[in-house]
């Protein structure tokens, strides 16, 4: 009978001596520093302490948060593109955005990461710099997008430990906040408060529910009367260059569906 896999709580464990012991368990905590571990114990995972009844269905996940590598760049712009297609609008831009902000001055790339599981990439989330600006001075800070999980591994929290991995990041590299257009209801469970909050407006002079900062330093945005302006690349996008962009991609179909931002 072939070997199942097992799920790491359900491996009988090795008796191994106190003090190699205590050793591999301080690595192994460093090596879990940026490596989620998922034991689904719902109806996929059939695996027990005491019984594995079936073994085959055991669906423990490994999902590692680690920088890019350039010959994924094809395979993020595809799970990109089904991660955003048609929930904003009819088909996407955002694979287009990823393309453009690899090469793009205001891009981070030390603050690029991916999700990887199952031996493929199914999340992404990059950084750009962008400014707060006062009569007196410039504030830099950063804004993070697009930010998304492949549909097919969405609700596991995989979204929630790119975001905090690179917050923690962002933090060390000496930025004292961030600020993002996103949904309220998903960001605000993350530390994020509208800008009102601060006092900071768009460049336009205005306030919303969506226009979102977190504050990396204790007092990192307090700039009231601030005007945010993110990097140009987000206000030059070319719908038609999205088009020609999104021809080498396989096919999807664009649908109007309720919900979307753009009727
Ligand atoms: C948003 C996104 C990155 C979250 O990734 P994820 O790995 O599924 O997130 P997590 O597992 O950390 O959190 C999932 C929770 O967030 C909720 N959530 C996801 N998107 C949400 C949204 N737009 N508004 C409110 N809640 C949202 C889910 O319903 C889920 O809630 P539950 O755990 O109570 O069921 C992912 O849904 C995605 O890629 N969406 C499409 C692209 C997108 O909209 N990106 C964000 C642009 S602002």
Sequence with gaps: MQAAALC?????????AGAKRAALRRNALLSLKNVLYYKNTGAGCACTRSFQKNLGACSAMLVLIREEQEKEYDETEQMTRRAFWNKYRPGCYE?????????????????????EAD?????????????????????????????????????KGIGAKLLHTTLDAAKALGYPGVIIFGSPDYYKQHGFFPCSRWGITTAEGESFDAFMGCELI????????????????????SMDAVEEYDKKFPYMEKLRLPGQLEA
């Design 8 to 16: 790491a709580s359900c491996k009988p464990k090795p008796k191994i």
């Design 119 to 155: 031996g493929k990439v199914v999340g992404l989330i990059l950084y750009t710099k962008s400014l707060l600006k006062t009569a007196e001075q410039e504030i830099p800070v950063l804004t993070f997008g697009p930010l998304c999980v492949d549909p097919a591994y969405q609700k």
């Design 218 to 237: 204790p007092g990192g945005l307090h700039f009231p009367g601030a005007k945010f302006y993110e990097a140009p690349v987000f206000s030059s996008l």
């Design 95 to 115: 694979h287009y955005l990823v393309h453009l902000l690899r090469t793009d001055a205001a891009c981070v790339p030390q603050l690029t990461r991916v999700a």
